[in-house]
């Protein structure tokens, strides 16, 4: 049910919308009931919940405007139900005067609504900047104003229909009309004075200004990312990475939801979601550009020689997204080890040796080697299993196929403490994800009640924290992995593909010092006994050598390791790509 509402609005916006529709349906029924005065006061408690819909219910509001019952159609059926209340008005004059004035307020209401969509589908594309000085800031929509829109309509319909005679009707109504244009006009005016400006240099005083700032910063890494807010983990993973080059960063997001979800950086970043707006901007000045993720968006900035392009990725894993064919466009592919590079090789694309970088792993720099086994009093188990998958062909996970089984079997050992962090995308193309989730969360719940263990269900923060408190993992095919073995700590892996165990770790590498565990959770035993030092940690000697074969030398683990890569491609560039300049 959270998810169906969450499909129109979360649970928290529903009184707004309820309030603001269900007293016009009120008002209406009491009308008809000979109840005029009870259906001015339903009436008026409408328009006063037009304040609270806008501020606490913008997903129901927004939703509303796109079905064309946005302010002026629910003001126009407060004016039918309000004319209908007639035993309400003082006379037929102030009637006539209440006809007037709500027909100026509607066509104010309609002008802004106008206004509105063109903000929507015009020329003014939205924009938004951090760390960038001036005004940089183009919104989706001009501001809704929710406070002024709700004084003018309760100006235009309380008087009348509590008995006002006709001349502070009209009065009132034709100030209500002039505060409501004078809202309204300066939005317009400064539309128009983009339009004006991008008509005649193609560039809004926004856009303008962020060309300024980059002509003065003259960045010389450009980091390029789409994609919605629950991939916000991917620029998130490398931000301290990218903070601590010796060159000048400026991050391109394409996405607003993305630019919203963010880390806090110090890092010039620009949300600019328009290609065309994009395309107007110079950035000669760039030396390299970084992709953390493959998507159609890239081609803005590849598309400019003067730049050359590595793909970084947002993490080493044994997924197909780890040889997608849309990286042979890339000058360099950053790999961590030797086993980035070897996906490439068995996948056929006869991708040039020299195109491969290896740059290791800089976000396990702070991935540490405790607590082992034995260490801890009750240990700890993090089970952070992968999403489904854009199709069923990149279907990794284990938390629709065994998750729940895997938790039940881990809290019924009673030696352990679980903690939970599902993947950000979970459930965003299957359903059942969502209902393994939520099966999981209330296990755990309960068993927190029960036990008195401090079992957890983690959506949010650091994977590393939690990394560093767990002696042991359990996940899928996926960066996790190899995140995880930097510590060199006991994992156990899903086989998903239901192969033989040799076949599996030949195809999934990153699964070859782990335990397997099977379409019904087998080997989850074997499991908590080494975690819980009542059996052997057989394979405890080949998780160093994999962690070298995934990650790189523990050298190359560090932040300075990849400054000195970034710097080595900045000089690259500037040998072959100055003629470019």
Known sequence: MRSLVARVGHSAELPGLLLVNGTILLALLLVVLDLDLAAAIALIVS??????????????????????????????????????????????TALHAFLLVTLLIVTGLCARALHAEYRRIGPLKPMRTRHIPGDTYIAEEPRTRPVLVTVVQLAALAPAILGAPWWIVLSVGVAAFAVLAAGTVPDVLASWRMRTAKRATG?????????KFLDEYRP???????????????????????????QRVFVVLRDHPLFERMASSSLPTLSLPAPGELLMLDFSMVKVALYPSNTGNNIHLLRLPTMMSAFIGHGDSDKSASNNPFSRVYDELWVAGEAGADRYRRSGMHIPEDQYRFVGRPQVHAVERTPRVG??????????????????HQEYSSLRAIGVKLIDALLADGSVRVVYKPHPFTGQRDAKYRIAHAVIARRLDDAKARTGIDHRVVTSGSLTGWMNQSTALVSDISSVLSDWLAGEKPYAVFNHAGISTKEFREDYPSSAAATLLDGNAQGVDEFLDVITGRGPDLLAEYRSKLATYLLGAPEQRTLEAFRDAVTAFVQRSDAERSIYR
């Open 47 to 92: 328009v006063l919940s037009e304040w609270l819909l806008e501020r606490r219910s913008p997903l129901s509001s927004m939703l509303l405007r796109q079905a064309s019952a946005g302010p002026p159609l629910r003001f126009a059926l407060r004016v039918i139900v309000a004319a209908t209340a007639s035993s309400q008005f003082a006379d037929d």
């Open 220 to 246: 010389e890494v450009v980091v390029h990312l789409s994609g919605p807010d629950t991939a916000a983990y991917q620029i998130n993973t490398w931000i301290e990475a990218l903070e601590n080059l010796d």
């Open 375 to 392: 260490e801890a009093e009750i240990p700890t188990v993090l089970y952070a299993p992968t999403w489904e998958g854009v199709n069923q």
């Open 203 to 211: 560039f809004t005083p926004q856009l303008s200004a962020v060309q």
